[in-house]
């Protein structure tokens, strides 16, 4: 059982298929390492198997399925699906995670304190990132306007809200600031998803808003 | 009717030896409730036969991928439907991965007693759904089945926010008392 669970609202969007796709990549995420959260999808999708189990017919056309035999011979019975192969430097990554890894991505170092990685997710109201702090350093002090979701998928950070650990899961705590610190040991790795741009309110942030908001950094 | 076994049997016969009559029984019994799932999220009736087609032809592409003992037959063809209204409503974007790694590659081991309970998941569900109040079924059904997050539920049912969530975690949390109980 994680100590930080994600909502279970969350999980029931997920399972439903209504979220999008960057908040759905944490949530994925977040099931990948969480056999407690791993059980309660399980669930939901099973609700889902009985709500279409029990949902009215709907007519089809005669040629619907004549339509749809004609196809098969198009199409092969696939092979048992195999797990996608894990790339180098990146074997800490759950594989729901795999198919948005490129060969060749690597960390960039941002302000000398820690490595992003930008990932490509579809829908342009969120920003989606890997991040890698090493051991005792964190984030500068921010806060949100929009929701933030975090995953640690490596090591572990601490902050006003507790301790964080892999599989674990946070939404972001709004107009809160706060100040993510990486554990001992491994270098900590989460994936976080921002609805909007963050704001950094410690000193440096009047000169490094402006950077933030151009998604510079 | 098809039973929750012999829908898994159908679904074993296209994986072993691509079995074009278990694929047209299997057809004939959700094909059109996997229609009137589409139809329910706003789409015309033409494009959710489309839709109801396509998910059926990923069940005979898929079907080797299919394990009895993680989902039944309907929570996979669910999953396999929901994907492929996401992409319905994505249209033009990259396609998600229709498999639902959740029921093809999740490790098995730390639930290793647990897997044969995974099969009588569904089975349990079905029955607890039907003891569930309109009420809570109504927002069960809405979130499922017509791609709604919280917050538009409760702007149709003219609910505050607070109460479409209570309902919601009420349900769920029947369910999940009901299923926990079985699995300790």
């Given at each position: 059982m994680s100590r930080h669970p994600a909502p279970e609202e969350l999980l029931l969007d997920y399972a439903a298929g209504a979220l999008s796709p960057a908040p759905a990549l944490a949530v994925a995420l977040h099931v990948a390492l969480d056999p407690a959260a791993r059980r309660a999808v399980d669930r939901l999708n099973a609700v889902g198997g009985a709500l279409i189990e029990d949902e009215a017919e709907a007519s089809l056309d005669d040629a619907a399925l004549d339509q749809a035999m004609a196809r098969l011979d198009q199409v092969a019975v696939e092979p048992r699906a195999v797990p996608a192969v894990l790339q180098p430097g990146f074997?800490?990554?759950?594989?729901?995670l795999l198919p948005h890894l490129r060969p060749g991505m690597g960390w960039r170092r941002i302000l000398g304190k820690f490595d992003e990685i930008r990932l490509d997710v579809p829908g342009d109201a969120y920003r989606v990132s890997l991040l890698r702090l090493e051991p005792g350093h964190g984030l500068p002090e921010h806060k949100h306007p929009g929701y933030e979701y975090t995953v640690c998928l490596q090591g572990g950070y601490t902050d006003a809200t507790g301790r964080y650990t892999v599989g674990d899961f946070a939404v972001g705590p709004g107009d809160q600031r706060h100040e993510p610190i990486a554990d001992a040991g491994d270098p900590c790795i989460a994936l976080i998803v921002v609805e909007r741009p963050i704001v950094l309110t410690g000193p440096w942030g009047r000169w490094l808003n402006p950077l933030v908001h151009r998604g510079i950094i | 009717m098809l039973s929750a076994d012999e829908a898994a049997d159908l679904i074993e016969a296209i994986a072993s030896r691509q079995d074009r009559a278990a694929f047209a029984s299997l057809f004939r019994h959700f094909a059109p409730r996997v229609k009137g799932f589409i139809m329910?999220?706003?789409?015309?009736a033409e494009a959710a036969q489309e839709v109801a087609q396509e998910a059926l032809i990923m069940v005979w592409r898929k079907a080797a991928s299919f394990d009895r003992s993680r989902a039944s037959a309907a929570t996979w063809i669910y999953t396999i439907a929901r994907n492929k209204r996401i992409d319905l409503l994505r249209?033009?974007?990259?396609?998600?991965?229709?498999?639902?790694w959740l029921l093809v590659h999740a490790p098995e081991s730390e639930d290793a007693d647990k897997s044969i309970l995974a099969g009588q998941t569904y089975t349990k569900v079905k029955e607890l759904l039907t003891g569930l109040s309109t009420d809570q079924l109504v927002v069960i059904q809405k979130a499922f089945f017509e791609d709604k997050t919280h917050t538009v539920i409760a702007d149709e049912l003219k609910l505050p926010l607070g109460t479409v969530k209570s309902r919601i975690r009420l349900a769920l949390g029947r369910l999940r008392e009901a299923l926990e109980k079985d699995e300790t």
């Open positions: 074997e800490w990554a759950p594989p729901p | 329910r999220g706003g789409t015309d249209r033009g974007q990259r396609p998600i991965d229709t498999e639902d």
